[in-house]
């Protein structure tokens, strides 16, 4: 086999589950060929390099073989070759490292940490339960 639809070989390679989901994402132009967004009819061949837009994440592989049905994962390094620029796995790892960082505080849903130190805060608060007695209310 010297040729082969885009979607089919994003199949066979294991980016994606089905060949649907391989169409949809070539349809959604998160698949490039030379730059250029390509069509799931697309057809790749021997030496095509291949990049899949994850984002922050854009992904690099060069065929070095075509496969005739789908591949089990420890196969598949004899077919493609990952050539992602170091760069693009840098921004993968700042984003891994910065967890919530991104989150202004205050906003959203509280964490684990927030949310045991407001329970904290109203346990040790002034606003005790003696504080309204009969007596002290207005």
């Not at 073989?65 to 493609?80: D, N, P, S």
């Not at 967890?99 to 906003?107: Q, S």
């Not at 608060?125 to 309204?132: G, H, I, M, N, V």
């Amino acid at each position: 086999m010297s040729s082969q639809r885009i979607d089919k070989w994003l199949w066979t390679m294991r980016f994606f589950k089905t060949r649907s989901i391989a169409t949809d994402a070539c349809k959604k132009g998160r698949i490039l060929v030379g730059g250029v967004q390509v069509k799931p009819s697309y057809i790749v061949t021997i030496g095509t390099v291949v990049q899949i837009k994850r984002p922050p994440v854009t992904y690099s592989y060069s065929i070095l073989q075509l496969a005739t049905g789908r591949l089990g994962a420890k196969l598949l390094g004899e077919y493609m070759i990952d050539i992602t620029p170091a760069d693009e796995i840098a921004k993968l790892n700042e984003l891994r490292q910065s967890g919530f960082k991104d989150r202004d505080p205050g906003l959203g849903r509280p964490t684990k940490k927030e949310r045991r130190d407001l329970d904290d805060f109203w346990e040790n608060s002034l606003w005790d339960d003696d504080f309204f007695d009969d007596e002290n209310q207005l």
